[in-house]
């Protein structure tokens, strides 16, 4: 695998001990080069991991993705750019799963959304990211997908350019309307009651059990989504709240367009101005959902309330 250009490979992998082989040598390699290396995997396979590298995991950097990258969203941002933007000039490796067979359908069009901006995300960048998939437990449609967001696959020992390579077209794919809850709580708002907005969410996110540090993060992904309509959205909006079997969904709709897919996904330096809003709303949020078109903007933001607070 180059170290020269940004690399980014879909490994389709056949039961733990295949998983393990591709991805430890994968590590050992990059730590032989004396290369800062990152994996972020589901817990059961960075056990594996971490077993089989013994002491040599004590070189890695080691996360739960099922935490850090819960919100496939986060994962730009919070994982990914984060470790790479940590060790400038210098080729990184790492390791990133965010499709597993837990993943819901609900949270798989952010997974594959996630899959296909990473390469623009990186694009010239001095960094080869390997995402791992499941050729045994994943769907067919899953493993198609992958083919289209990855620009190299691996399987066993070969590797090969996509022939399906189209990022582009998974993107618009999964940019699609929403289904329609049963029932919620509805606020029309513009700039005389944005503070409604927010009283709203808590609300019915204190009725779900939400309590101090999460109550607290609905109260600022609402408004700060709020903002954004107002800003960009033409200057009002449309909030609905409601229950889904244990889990508080936010819903902000205006007349905005999002035009750039990495909107909410690059890390922010402290220093520099400028709006944070759906960095924020994803970094915050336990998943995001967005659909988009010209006069037309959703975000459906998740707070799984089964969730340890």
């Not at 940004?6 to 991805?23: M, Q």
């Amino acid at each position: 695998m180059s170290a020269e250009r940004f690399h980014h490979v879909a490994l389709f992998y056949r039961g733990d001990r295949e998983y393990t082989a591709a991805t430890t040598a994968f590590v050992r390699a990059g730590l032989a080069a004396g290369e800062p290396v990152a994996v972020a995997v589901p817990p059961a396979r960075l056990a594996l991991i971490r077993s089989a590298l013994g002491p040599d995991a004590g070189a890695v950097r080691l996360l739960d993705m099922s935490e850090a990258g819960r919100n496939p969203g986060r994962i730009l941002p919070a994982v990914l750019r984060d470790f790479a933007d940590r060790h400038p000039g210098r080729h990184v490796r790492i390791i990133g799963e965010p499709i597993w067979p837990g993943r819901t359908e609900v949270e798989y069009p952010a997974c594959a959304q996630h899959e296909a901006l990473i390469n623009p995300s990186f694009a010239g960048r001095r960094v080869t990211i390997v995402c791992p998939y499941d050729a045994v437990g994943l769907t067919e449609e899953v493993l198609r997908e992958a083919a289209r967001t990855h620009p190299v696959l691996r399987a066993g020992a070969a590797e090969r350019p996509s022939r399906d390579y189209a990022p582009e077209v998974v993107l618009q794919h999964h940019n699609r309307p929403f289904k329609e809850p049963e029932k919620c709580a509805l606020l029309r708002f513009d700039r005389t009651n944005l503070s409604a907005a927010r009283v709203l969410a808590a609300r019915e996110g204190a009725e779900l059990g939400f309590r101090g540090d999460r109550l607290d993060d609905i109260r600022l992904v609402v408004a700060e989504l709020a903002a954004n309509s107002l800003d960009h959205g033409g200057g009002s909006g449309t909030v609905r709240v409601w229950d889904d079997d244990g889990v508080l969904v936010c819903e902000v709709a205006d007349r905005g367009h999002i035009t750039d897919p990495l909107a909410g996904r690059r890390p922010v330096d402290p220093q520099c101005p400028g709006s944070r809003g759906l960095l924020i709303v994803n970094l915050l949020s336990d998943l995001v959902r967005v659909h988009t078109r010209p006069g037309a903007t959703t975000v459906r933001v998740y707070f799984d309330s089964r969730r340890p607070f």
